[in-house]
């Protein structure tokens, strides 16, 4: 039988998502670090075009870039964008694999989205929905809730608190 794999023998929109996508998220992220969030917005929604015409709607790369456009727009206050951008990045993600990291952390972002607009039940529901697999805003909190409650299967080992600890030094 013939099989063409896809990263060895790309398609044309395959090479433009790395061509042009890829490079668009990545200043976007710059951007985003320097605080030009609107400039961030602006690159992500070209990459998210570029994308959507490469691999459809409802690809796990397209729902990257959901999350980053939903995280910009939160910060530029444009807050009913921001929730249907990340309610897509859920709905994506979700539907590969509820239980994934990027699952979860785009269910808290929506839920800050919430918070933003004074849905403090809907954000909590949201947050809690993906159970056991949470991403909390605040990082620290979340490491030591990983190594000393969380199920065993979900801690981190006690060197991963060390290793965070000694980066701040």
């Given amino acids: 039988p013939f099989a063409i794999h896809l990263n060895v023998n790309p398609n044309v929109d395959a090479l433009q998502y790395s061509a042009i996508a890829v490079p668009l998220n990545n200043e976007a992220l710059r951007l985003f670090n320097l605080g030009d969030f609107a400039g961030a917005e602006r690159l992500h ?8 015409h490469a691999y459809g ?43 994934t990291l990027d ?3 785009s269910r808290e972002n929506l839920a800050q989205v919430l918070e933003a607009k004074h849905k403090l039940v809907e954000a909590k529901a949201e947050r809690v929905r993906g159970a056991p697999s949470l991403c909390c805003g605040n990082y ?26 000694s980066r701040r030094t």
């Fill in 45 to 52: 929604l070209q990459a998210l075009e570029v994308k959507e």
């Fill in 57 to 99: 709607s409802d690809d796990i790369r397209v729902a990257i870039t959901y999350n980053a456009l939903g995280e910009t727009q939160l910060r530029l206050n444009k807050l009913d964008e921001a929730e249907a951008n990340l309610r897509r990045a859920v709905a994506i993600r979700e539907a590969h694999n509820r239980t």
């Fill in 103 to 105: 699952a979860a952390v």
């Fill in 140 to 165: 620290s909190v979340c490491v030591l809730f990983l190594i000393h409650f969380a199920p065993r299967s979900l801690r981190l080992p006690h060197s991963a608190l060390a290793k965070r600890s």
